[in-house]
């Protein structure tokens, strides 16, 4: 069998306008202390044009996603970091600005001259500027990583910000980070002192409050450290009688970039199957995850040696846990289309209940239940023998 299929994976549209709208929004609210204070309103106005023209040109391309949808919170937490963008700017164009008047003051002073008054002014322009330009080259390349991290392009990968919220200690960490930023900024606010100190009192704050968010990178996944879930069904399956490899690879970027949808391949005599494990029961995301899978499972088909290729048909599956079988019976259609696939769709009990059978002391009541679980019911088993889809003997 050869795969002729893109390895572009499919799925749901990226909201790129809308979200570029947001980054730029985010990336205006990060050199606004400096573009206030160069020229007030009208800096912030032209920053958050330039940031948005930037951004919808430099992800013109960006139009699919196959990762899980982010939650809202998880946006607000990723244009937060990626106000970075524009705090790094904001700050380098006031340092540029206090450089100039400070540098040429001192050496007008040394001379015995007091600079012009309209100097003041071109100091503004020419920092103002170069602040634009440095949002600019920023927003060339961050736009695109931000729509990738609250986007992901690879199928069943979460965005790094959900991982974030479930950290307890870095997430403390950073809140108190946050804290001691704002208790500067006000402390120095209500000192009433020169507006440039404010200013790049505002702009450092921003950054250190964006740095810890604007660094988070997708989790790689690991054999050795799989999701929960991935880690319980492997229990699950091997009480099963499969033999399971998580996260099967090859080694080679090409065929690793197509099979990365897999979460477990499972053989036994009788029966294979490569899946992916999901919390996620919108019927249009389990469409979309049944088209990258099915071609994912052609991909690893193709890579078995030609003597197993012969004898080995692996069955896709995808495992629901918590799935609510009514959502999809809402919509019939989106159903029926996963089933034309051969998609088996296997809707597992909680976490927590496969936490409970897992740990159960009675072996062959972990496997009775396992078996339950992964093997087809009758009608299917005749459907894919129709269709070639078993293990063949």
């Given at each position: 069998?050869?795969?002729?299929?893109?390895?572009e994976?499919?799925?749901?549209?990226?909201p790129?306008?809308?979200?570029?709208?947001?980054?730029?929004?985010?990336?205006?609210?990060?050199?606004?202390?400096?573009?206030?204070?160069?020229?007030?309103?009208?800096?912030?106005?032209?920053?958050?044009?330039?940031?948005?023209?930037?951004?919808?040109?430099?992800?013109?391309?960006?139009?699919?996603?196959?990762?899980?949808?982010?939650?809202?919170?998880?946006?607000?937490?990723?244009?937060?970091?990626?106000?970075?963008?524009?705090?790094?700017?904001?700050?380098?164009?006031?340092?540029?600005?206090?450089?100039?008047?400070?540098?040429?003051?001192?050496?007008?002073?040394?001379?015995?001259?007091?600079?012009?008054?309209?100097?003041?002014?071109?100091?503004?322009?020419?920092?103002?500027?170069?602040?634009?330009?440095?949002?600019?080259?920023?927003?060339?390349?961050?736009?695109?990583?931000?729509?990738?991290?609250?986007?992901?392009?690879?199928?069943?990968?979460?965005?790094?910000?959900a991982?974030?919220?479930?950290?307890?200690?870095?997430?403390?960490?950073?809140?108190?980070?946050?804290?001691?930023a704002?208790?500067?900024?006000?402390?120095?606010?209500?000192?009433?002192t020169?507006s440039?100190?404010?200013?790049?009192?505002?702009?450092?704050?921003?950054?250190?409050?964006?740095?810890?968010?604007?660094?988070?990178?997708?989790?790689?996944?690991s054999?050795?450290?799989?999701?929960?879930?991935?880690?319980?069904?492997?229990?699950?399956?091997?009480?099963?009688?499969?033999?399971?490899?998580?996260?099967?690879?090859?080694?080679?970027?090409?065929?690793?970039?197509l099979?990365?949808?897999?979460?477990f391949?499972?053989?036994r005599?009788?029966?294979?199957?490569?899946?992916?494990?999901?919390?996620?029961?919108?019927?249009?995301?389990?469409?979309?995850?049944?088209?990258?899978?099915?071609?994912?499972?052609?991909?690893l088909?193709?890579?078995?040696?030609?003597?197993?290729?012969?004898?080995?048909?692996?069955?896709?599956?995808?495992v629901?846990?918590?799935?609510?079988?009514?959502?999809?019976?809402?919509?019939?259609?989106?159903?029926?289309?996963?089933?034309?696939?051969?998609?088996?769709?296997?809707?597992?009990?909680?976490?927590?209940?496969?936490?409970?059978?897992?740990?159960?002391?009675?072996?062959?009541?972990?496997?009775?239940?396992a078996?339950?679980?992964?093997?087809?019911?009758?009608?299917?088993?005749?459907?894919?023998?129709?269709?070639?889809?078993?293990?063949?003997?």
């Amino acid at each position: 069998m050869t795969v002729e299929n893109s390895l572009e994976p499919q799925g749901r549209a990226v909201p790129r306008v809308q979200m570029i709208v947001l980054y730029a929004a985010a990336a205006a609210v990060g050199i606004s202390p400096f573009a206030y204070f160069a020229v007030s309103w009208l800096g912030i106005v032209i920053a958050f044009a330039l940031a948005m023209t930037t951004a919808l040109l430099a992800t013109r391309q960006r139009r699919f996603y196959a990762g899980d949808p982010p939650r809202p919170v998880e946006a607000a937490i990723a244009l937060l970091g990626h106000a970075m963008g524009g705090a790094v700017a904001g700050f380098l164009g006031l340092s540029f600005f206090a450089a100039l008047r400070y540098g040429t003051g001192l050496i007008l002073w040394l001379v015995g001259l007091s600079p012009p008054g309209s100097l003041f002014w071109w100091y503004e322009f020419v920092s103002l500027a170069l602040a634009l330009f440095l949002l600019f080259a920023i927003t060339l390349n961050d736009a695109a990583e931000f729509l990738d991290k609250v986007y992901p392009a690879v199928p069943r990968r979460g965005s790094p910000f959900a991982e974030f919220l479930f950290q307890p200690k870095q997430f403390r960490a950073w809140l108190s980070k946050t804290g001691i930023a704002a208790g500067i900024v006000v402390a120095i606010v209500l000192t009433r002192t020169d507006s440039l100190l404010i200013a790049f009192a505002l702009e450092v704050s921003l950054i250190l409050i964006a740095v810890d968010l604007w660094e988070l990178k997708s989790p790689e996944r690991s054999a050795s450290s799989p999701e929960p879930s991935v880690a319980l069904m492997q229990q699950l399956l091997q009480a099963a009688g499969y033999q399971v490899r998580i996260y099967p690879a090859t080694g080679r970027s090409e065929p690793d970039a197509l099979i990365g949808v897999i979460d477990f391949l499972a053989i036994r005599p009788d029966r294979a199957m490569a899946g992916c494990v999901t919390v996620n029961d919108d019927p249009q995301y389990l469409r979309a995850m049944a088209a990258n899978l099915q071609t994912a499972v052609w991909g690893l088909q193709d890579q078995l040696p030609p003597k197993e290729r012969t004898r080995i048909e692996i069955e896709p599956v995808i495992v629901l846990v918590d799935g609510s079988a009514s959502r999809l019976a809402d919509e019939p259609a989106v159903s029926a289309s996963i089933d034309r696939m051969y998609v088996r769709l296997i809707r597992s009990p909680a976490l927590n209940e496969l936490s409970t059978i897992v740990n159960d002391t009675d072996a062959e009541r972990i496997a009775k239940a396992a078996r339950e679980l992964f093997d087809p019911p009758l009608e299917w088993n005749d459907a894919l023998e129709a269709t070639g889809g078993l293990l063949r003997p």
